[in-house]
């Protein structure tokens, strides 16, 4: 089963400040999966899943969190040290590096600020609007390869389900983490 949440309204909130307003708003979906007979639940959006761990306390059915599968993935391939990009609120708000750094026991590392937000202005302005421009794209990968180099990385988490867009596996030297794939390949596997 699958419910749609208009991500605009989503991401006016968040820009805001108003996260629990928008955790609302994904509570309620959630709500509506669980009473049409969902077993397992999945907030499929890196920027959404702020809200997952507080939503599983509220929720009996299990909710997998994106970076559930990231740090399964990162610990089979003993990856140690990654870099992450994604919307300016994964990035700033912590709650992905967080999880991975206390669960899976991984170092994350996120690009400065600047580059923060010429990631975050290409998703919103370009990539949620199906533009592809390959200016982008080369200062998506300057970005990464200067955090590769500074940090030492083993691998680089796409955490935004636009990123895989521009970015692929053959752009870059170290593993490529696509979150949205691992994670919709996990909440597969878990329902059958």
Known sequence: MITSINFSNLEKLQRAGKWRLAENIIFKEVGQLIKSGADII???????????ERIQRKIKKPLIHIADPIGIYLKKNNIKNVGLIGT?????????KEFLEKNY????F????KDRVF???VIYEELCRGIIKEKSRRGYLTIMNKIIKLYNLDGFILGCTEIPLLINQKDISIKLIDSTKLHAEYLAKKSL
Do not use: F, H, L, W
């Open 42 to 52: 999945g907030i499929c959006s890196n920027t959404g899943n702020e809200c997952a």
């Open 110 to 113: 996120i690009p400065d600020k």
């Open 119 to 121: 990631i975050n202005r």
């Open 105 to 108: 026991k991984v170092k994350v």
């Open 88 to 96: 300016i609120y994964t990035m700033e708000k912590e709650y992905i």
